[in-house]
DNA sequence: GTCTATATAGCGATAGAC
DNA sequence: GTCTATCGCTATATAGAC
């Protein structure tokens, strides 16, 4: 597994792990050139392999993608429901969810931007298991909406926008965060859950 | 120029126009697919024309996103900047800057994509313009925040937090907008003025 | 200003030695 | 499981006829 969860579990031999170092280097070009402007060439070099080394590993260029999509979706789907599962009340659901969110698209806005950006260059299967992931991971968010509703500690004009703007906002990180910034993603995060607070609050 | 603003004039000759035609061409092709999965030959062929056609009209491909990305960015800062002038408070300014930018997003989302995702496909003389153009952007949605906090009517955190948050779900609309939704841009724009205003509202 | 033809380069992926 | 060498193809861009 590619390190895209800020848990400290990892074999100590990853590093030397030939997969593993394919997917970190293919997560790296995807992330900073994207999909179609990486070559399997470049992607051996970044990780020590001759321009063949790929192919006893990895079928295609797009299963290195379709791993890495699918890896970070589950991570950030987990993540969101082991987060709205520790709340005791919607508006501490949001706050955590909203908070791990934007602090994760932060950490590891790599990933989060191979996430968002290259799942058109995804093969039409692996687009269809990528998505069912997708929609797992809009309804945590929408549950948690739906019961700050029903419990009346959210009021909102309408559930599927207002948890669509939620994602969005949390989301764009990915495509502004730069890791020079002085601003850690645990700040990030903190103060996402407050924007989120706001859209979902009474006026 | 090409139909990113929905003002009717416009040359009627504009179809027969082959470096229009070519803008437009690519204007689809990049939207769909990405700069770097689009090819000369896909657009010389979208605008019936050979493959050598094109370089009539451009340098390069390059030069044909440049002219889309520039020109997207000007219209978007030349529509938020009438839509604050037009307005007499930062309340009904900040309603029509976002529910402008919002409808924009969604009834140009290909233009948008362009401007929003293949930023880093610009030669960098070109990324240099390009950002001042962002930059002006940018300080439209702050001035009205930044006015708004002045005369009390928006209670923020954080000026720069909340602007980024506001674009950032502007911006998104490109990303998950599809015409074949039911929702017009319109109404996205409308919904989208009134998350916006929960963002500054005091709690 | 458009075409056909092509130069030049780089691509993803494979063959076969070790 | 890694390498060197290379296949077959496609890319951007140009040359030169019309």
């Known amino acids: 597994m590619l390190s895209t969860m800020s848990s400290p579990a990892r ?27 990486t070559t399997t060439r470049d992607i051996a070099s970044r990780a020590g392999l001759s321009p063949a080394g790929v192919y006893v590993h ?6 290195l993608l379709y791993q890495l999509s699918r ?6 789907r987990d993540m969101l429901l082991a987060a709205a599962a520790g709340a005791s009340t919607p508006t501490e659901a949001l706050r955590a ?3 791990r969110f934007a602090t994760w698209h932060a950490e590891h806005f790599r ?3 191979i996430v968002q950006y290259e799942f058109a260059n995804l093969t039409s299967e692996h687009r ?6 997708r929609k797992q991971i809009d309804a945590v968010v929408r549950d948690v909406v739906t019961a700050g509703v029903a419990s009346g500690e959210f009021t909102v004009d309408d559930v599927p926008d207002t948890t669509l703007a939620l994602m969005s906002m949390a989301v764009d990180v990915a495509r502004w965060y730069d890791p020079e910034i ?21 006026s």
């Open 128 to 133: 269809d298991a990528v998505l069912t992931l």
């Open 58 to 63: 990895f079928a295609s260029k797009e299963e």
């Open 182 to 202: 002085k601003r850690t993603p645990e700040a990030i995060g903190a103060a996402y859950a407050e924007l989120g607070l706001r859209l979902v609050r009474a």
């Open 97 to 99: 969810i909203m908070g």
């Open 11 to 37: 074999s100590v031999d990853s590093v030397t792990d030939t997969p593993h170092r394919l997917l970190e280097a293919a997560a790296e070009a995807f992330a900073d050139r994207g999909f179609h402007a």
């Open 111 to 113: 990933v989060a931007r």
């Open 71 to 76: 890896e970070g979706h589950e991570v950030a």
